[in-house]
Each structure stands twice: as C-alpha cells, then as structure tokens.
C-alpha cells in the first residue's frame, strides 16, 4: 500500500515537471529585409516608403529598420501598422436565469505586429444562484461497506445543503470497482460471484464503472436508487478511480450534464491505478477518450488501459467539469499530488464512515468556486499569451505570469489584462478561446498579423524609375536589362566595360570590390546591410554601444562614429545634455572643473564630486603666502587670483610658514579662492619652560610622598597606642597569700614593768 502511494506521488511530480514549461525572451530587435513585406514580418522593422530616402549606393534593406530609428534618419513615411482589437459580441455582465453572461468580451478579433505585444481586458462575475449538477461517483470495493450505509441516507442532505447555494440542483450516482480482469479481480467462479473476503457476506461481482443514477433534481430517485447498491470487492488495492471519472466526464448524454456548473464528488478509501498500469492484464491499447457506456449504464475497462492523468486533466477542463476528491486520511497525500495536476480540483479527508460527506462538499465547492484561474486554450504556437490580474480592486502589478488567478472570490467582479504576442506571420487568422476553469463560458479569439504593406498600386514605367522600371513602396524594381537604384543603368555584358566598372568600385588598386561589403551596378557600389559609403567601407554598425543600443539610441552611426542628437555627448552618446549631477552650492563643478557627461571633471589641484576639495591646500598656497609677506613675486599667479586677506591680531590657523605666520584655504562662490593668513601668537622659551615645569613636578612629588610617609606613620601609632589601651584594660590583678609563707612576730618588753611579772 505505501508502496503504491509512493510510487504515485513520484510520477506525479514527475509528471508536472515535464509539464513546466518556461518562455524565456526580450524585445527583438530589427534584422533588416529588403522587401516591404519581408520587413513588416521581422519583429520590431517598420519600413520607409520615402522617394530618394536613401543615398548613393544604400541597398533596400536601409529602408528597414525600427520606427524611431528611421525617425532619427528622418523619414516622413513610414509603414509601421499598429495593433488592433475589435469585439465582435460584447454583451454585458448579466445575472437573469434567461440570459446569464458571467464572461466578458465574448468574441474578439485581434490584429498583431509580429514581436510588438497587445493587451485584451476580461471581465468576470459570478453569478448569483447559478445552477449546480452534482455527480457522486463512490467506490464499492469492500473496504467502503461502512460508508455505503451512510451515502443510502445523504442524498436529501446534499441536495438540501446545495440548495443553500442555488435554487436549481440536480444529483447523480456512479460507482466502480476495477476491471473485470486478473490480477485486479479474481476469475474463478465462486469468487467471481461472490468476492467478498469472508463467507457470511454477500457481495455483487466487480465491474470497473456503473452509471447507477443520472443526474436528477429528485433526491428520491436518489436514496432509491442508492439503497439498491450493494458492496463489491476485487485482489488489489488500487481501484479503476480514473477509468470510472473517465467515463463520467465524457458519457454527456448518458450522465445528463446540463449547461451549468459540474461538479464530480469522488469517494474512496485507496489509490487509483493509472496508464501502463493495464500491461499487467495484457491491455495495451491507450484510452481513447471516448464514451464506452453500454445500455444498461455499464463499463468493462477490458479494451482500453487506463486513461493517464494528463488525459484525464484534459478531459475534465474540455468538459467543465469540477473534481472533488474525498478520500481517507491515510491516501491523503497521493490524492493531493493528484489533485495538483488537475486544474479545478481539491482534496479533502472523509471519514472511514463518511459520515462528514455533506459538510465536505460544501466546503470544497466553496474553495472551488472562490479561485478563478484564465487560461487560454488551442492558442497557435506562434502566440504568446500571458496574464495580469485585477482581483479585490487591487491594480494588476507584477510579472506578467502563464495563467490568471484571483482567490477568495464570491460575486464580486474582477478582471484580467490579458498580453498577445505573436512571434511570426501567421498564414492566415486563427481562432482559440480564453475560458474561466470549470467555467463553460469562454472569450473566442480569433486573431491575424499585419505582415502585408498597404503602399497603394505599383507605379509601372516610373519616372522616379527612369521610366526604366516599376515603383513600389518606394522602391524601383528594374526591367530587364537595367540597374541601379533608379534604374538608371543599363546591363552590359561586355568585358571591357565590365572591368571598367568594376576599377569605378574600388578604393585603390588593392582593394575589393565595393570592399567586399557590396556589389557594383554602373560603376556605384550598391552595400549589402549596413554598410555605406562610396566603397561600401563604413559599417554603420560597427558604432560604440551604451545601454546595449549602438550610440545610446540618441544618435545615429555613421561609418563608425556615432553622430548624437538633442545635445547628447560622447563616443556613444552616453552623455546627456543634462548638468545636474554637477550643480553645486558654489556653482558648477564649484568654479574649479568643467561639467562632462554630467559629471564633474576638476582643475589641477582640487577634487571630489563637485571639485569642492583642495588638494594639499598648505603645500599648495605656500608660495602664495610667500608672496604677500615677503612681497616677492607674482602674487597673483601663485595665488590663482584668489582673494588675498591678513588678520589682524594673533591667530593659529591650519597651516604654518616659517613658524611665524598661520593661514587657511578655502572655496567661496564660483569657485573663488579665499586666502587668509595672520601671525601667530608669541612664543614662549621652551627650555625655560621645560625645566621650570620639571622642577615643579619634582619639588610638588616629593611633598606628596612626605605628606604620605607623615600620615602612615601617625595611623601606625595611633594603631600601636589603641592596642597597648585594649591590653590594659584586658589585664586583672588578684592578691593571693602564700600559705608557705608566715610573717615574723616581735616581742618587746619594757623593761620598767620587768618586776611586776
């Protein structure tokens, strides 16, 4: 299964890659021709029909060139017929259920030059209440028994949910399985009759696609004709999806589209099988997108492979036909990369019971219908047509792209600048159209190119001709047996006069004929392209290019150089006579340069953009200041007769002479020269100075450092005398007697009592 899904978006994507294509181009430019018609067919000639246009020795081709550059050569005839665009039926935008007109113009004829673009404005608007056929083709294979109970009981709902969007609805039904075939469906008889997998259900047998119900505005007929269907089975996963929309799309009559918006509802739980697929039964004849319905509604699929996808996108825009896909989550994204290479068409996620059917398809015919996309369709390879759209009153802008688009549209009308551009002549007119997808209505164009000159009859035996020959638009063309632009030379076949011709047409001795670039008639050199001159030595091609158009476009080359116009300048007319680059404050090129292609070229001496800045100013204007205070020399010739000023006082300018004198340079207006100088202050003894300053710094550190030695000092002894303090008052004395120790005890006796004892 993933296999599958896998191997579908690969070639899907491949698919579209080869679909891409890109059309990469530029404005053509002139190749001259040498006829009228010739020219009108090249892209970007015109073609001049002016007597004596040309000059001596000029060829036709000369007469052909671009609309401005004959112009330039001042040619006051000139052929260069325009395009033109005329609707043949342009009704207005309607929304009446008789006359509905949702597209505008409805048929255009359109006349192009060859490489020259025209431009065709588009109108659409929906219209409101337009009637809507809905097909619901449904997958019976046995893994969607669950959903076919659910579609039995839908078709009131759809219709009911339709009619919220229009008035008039009609509902179809179709199914299909696979073909009829191994290996998509087992032969053997008992499974034949009866492919369910197991033995308690009853299947129908498989068939690839049955036209069950046409389309109806009964929802009766519907569930009636539904709840008839019974499940079916077959071997494989993919199913014969493409084979059935096939049918659906191209069986017109038999489905009963109407003239209205179709929309196919496509219901399945797996993938699809697709071209080349059908090898695989022996089937190798491709589809022929045709109707294979037989009586009774059905299809076999055993003649034809499967469509391919490109087929089938085909099919379904030729048909106007819308595709819903709704599918299971798990096939998702292999429907997507389908639904990417099928214009008009979405995929959204069904339930495994189908129960969000109705609510799906409201939603998807909404997306549907708010993207328009133009396209045009059977337009003749010569043509080139582009697109720019106008939506949500946005002006178109961008890059002109392959298709027009507008999202998020309802009713509201919106518009399309539609581009052609045809290549080449085209043979005779030729008719396409330009359609909305899903839309049958269309723009028929039918369109032509002007490559025919219209100079009136040819004027026979002119006199312009030298009655020699025929005139027309503006050319001679001799009679037999004359040449020369006017024909003004008759034919000799005599070798003498020959070679006496031919010496007429060379520079000297040892150059070529006409130098190789022409051929002689008469004695004149008659130049081939865009060579001129009397020997045909001047390629007036052969001039400078600017902007990739020899000399600028502003002038004209004449053997090799280019002659400018409207005052352009240079060797290609690159300079415009314009001088705004070079205005400055102080005038052009501020006085000191000289304004050349618009861009300042500065004196000696000075520089920038607008020469606004001195170079070296002091080295410069030295000497000038030299002269003033010295008052030797020329003082106005080193000085640029500049405007000389001394200051009074003393001033210390930008620039120094001789130590003693300070002056400064600039630009005033014109570019005037504005020299000030002064003296300088007075000086002072440096070496005084000097050593004056040193013996101050000396003297003023060393005070520093005493004063900090004095003060680290007294912060040690004030720390050392808090630290005696905190000992003191941290030491406690006790008085303790020593029991060793017994003091003496002295006896004295007096000797005057000694008898009274």
Not at 434 to 458: A, Y
Not at 517 to 536: D, M, N, W
Not at 561 to 572: E, L, M, P, V, W
Request: charged share 20%.
């Amino acid at each position: 299964m993933l296999l599958v899904m896998r191997t579908v978006v690969i070639v899907t994507i491949l698919l579209h890659c080869f679909a891409q294509r890109c059309i990469l181009g530029q404005e053509p430019t002139c190749q001259p021709q040498p006829s009228c018609s010739e020219c009108l067919s090249s892209p970007g000639c015109a073609w001049c029909t002016q007597l004596d246009f040309l000059k001596s020795g000029e060829a036709n081709e000369r007469r052909c060139d671009s609309p401005d550059s004959l112009k330039t050569r001042n040619c006051q005839n000139v052929i260069n017929p325009q395009a033109s665009i005329h609707a043949k039926k342009n009704s207005s935008l309607s929304n009446h259920p008789d006359n509905v007109v949702q597209l505008k113009p409805q048929n255009v004829n359109i006349k192009l030059r060859v490489g020259v673009p025209a431009n065709l404005n588009i109108e659409f608007q929906r219209a409101e209440g337009y009637p809507i056929d809905l097909y619901y083709l449904m997958d019976l294979s046995y893994s969607m028994k669950d959903d076919l109970a659910q579609i039995k009981t839908l078709g009131q709902k759809i219709l009911g949910k339709l009619k919220e969007i229009t008035g008039t609805v009609r509902i179809g039904f179709g199914s299909f399985v696979d073909k009829e075939m191994l290996p998509y469906v087992s032969m053997v008889k008992s499974k034949r009759a009866n492919p369910c997998p197991n033995r308690i259900d009853t299947c129908q047998p498989a068939f690839s696609f049955q036209n069950v119900l046409p389309l109806t505005s009964n929802d009766k007929d519907f569930t009636k004709e539904v709840s008839k269907q019974n499940i079916s089975g077959n071997l494989d996963s993919p199913e014969a999806g493409l084979d059935a929309i096939m049918q659906a799309a191209v069986c017109e009559d038999k489905i009963k589209w109407g003239n209205v918006t179709r929309i196919l509802v496509y219901t399945s739980d797996d993938t699809f099988h697709m071209a080349g697929d059908g090898r695989l039964a022996g089937v190798f004849q491709p589809h022929d997108g045709k109707c294979h319905l037989n009586d009774k509604g059905s299809y076999n699929g055993r003649s034809y492979d499967y469509p391919s996808v490109g087929h089938l996108s085909r099919i379904l825009q030729d048909n106007n036909i819308q595709l819903i896909f709704a599918v299971t989550e798990e096939i998702y994204p292999a429907y997507k990369a389908l639904s990417a290479l099928i214009p008009q068409s979405v995929v959204g996620v069904l339930k495994t019971d189908s129960s969000n059917v109705v609510d799906l398809i409201s939603e998807a015919y909404g997306n549907l219908s708010s993207t328009l996309v133009l396209e045009a369709e059977g337009a003749p390879k010569e043509l080139d047509v582009s697109y720019r759209s106008i939506c949500n009153g946005k002006p178109a802008e961008g890059e002109w792209k392959d298709k027009g688009e507008c999202k998020g549209i309802r009713h509201e009308k919106v518009s399309f600048v539609v581009r052609l551009k045809v290549s080449e002549c085209l043979p005779e007119p030729q008719t396409f159209r330009i359609k909305i997808q899903g839309i049958g209505e269309e723009v028929k164009v039918t369109v032509d190119t002007q490559c025919q000159c219209s100079c009136g009859e040819p004027e026979k035996s002119s006199q312009h001709c030298n009655a020699n020959g025929t005139l027309s638009c503006g050319v001679c063309s001799c009679d037999k047996g004359y040449l020369g632009q006017h024909c003004e030379c008759m034919q000799n076949n005599n070798m003498d006069s020959i070679q006496s011709m031919l010496t007429l047409c060379r520079q000297d001795n040892n150059s070529l004929v006409c130098s190789g670039q022409g051929s002689c008639e008469c004695g004149k050199c008659v130049c081939h392209g865009r060579y001129s001159g009397k020997f045909c030595q001047c390629d007036d091609g052969s001039c400078e290019r600017y902007n990739s158009m020899i000399c600028n476009g502003k002038g004209t080359c004449n053997c090799g150089t280019c002659i400018c116009h409207g005052n352009y300048t240079g060797s290609a007319c690159s300079c415009p006579p314009s001088t705004e680059n070079c205005q400055y404050n102080k005038g052009l090129c501020s006085g000191q340069g000289k304004c050349v292609c618009n861009q300042c070229q500065c004196n000696t001496g000075f520089t920038g953009s607008h020469c606004s800045s001195i170079l070296n100013h002091c080295a410069q204007f030295k000497d000038c200041v030299e002269c003033h205070v010295e008052g030797e020399g020329d003082c106005a010739k080193t000085c640029l007769n500049g405007e000389i000023t001394r200051l009074d006082g003393d001033h210390e300018l930008d620039c120094l002479y001789k130590d003693t004198i300070s002056y400064d340079v600039e630009l005033g207006p014109e570019g005037k020269i504005l020299l000030k100088y002064g003296d300088l202050p007075r000086s002072i003894d440096k070496t005084t100075l000097i050593i004056g300053i040193s013996v101050s710094l000396i003297i003023i550190i060393g005070i520093i450092i005493i004063v900090i030695y004095r003060g680290l000092l007294e912060l040690y002894d004030m720390r050392e005398y808090q630290n005696f303090v905190k000992a003191q008052k941290q030491t406690q004395w006790n008085e303790v007697q020593n029991p060793l120790f017994k003091g003496a005890t002295t006896t004295v006796l007096n000797p005057l009592h000694t008898a009274d004892e």
